[in-house]
């Protein structure tokens, strides 16, 4: 298929086409992980039921979760957002958070 990454994201994640602006991607997905270049990532009212991709995003300053369906977030995945500085995941369905939390800066 032309214009698509021939990597897929499983179901209920994020179409990697809807994550940047449009017309220009901010996030790749591959092999599970999803790259991007941009601060600011919305994936809000994706319907998305787990998180099965890997975000390794550096430079991410905001993520946008809310109103999804997620009930569990992976064990690593404040170690792989070193520079998160906001977290939105109201209205969703979690019930812990990862150990994690507690030690990001």
Not at 40 to 57: A, M, W
Not at 74 to 100: E, I, T, V
């Amino acid at each position: 298929m032309e214009g698509r990454s021939a990597c897929a994201l499983s179901p209920g994640a994020a179409d990697p086409e809807d994550l940047g602006q449009p017309g220009s991607p901010a996030a790749t997905p591959c092999k599970g992980v999803i790259f991007s270049s941009s601060p600011v990532l919305d994936l809000s009212q994706r319907g998305l039921h787990h998180l099965g991709e890997i975000f390794k995003v550096p430079n991410l300053t905001q993520l946008h979760l809310q109103r999804n369906a997620l009930a569990a977030l992976p064990k690593d995945f404040f170690q792989l957002l070193p520079s998160l500085a906001w977290l939105d995941l109201r209205f969703n369905r979690l019930r812990a958070l990862p150990a994690g939390v507690g030690a990001h800066r």
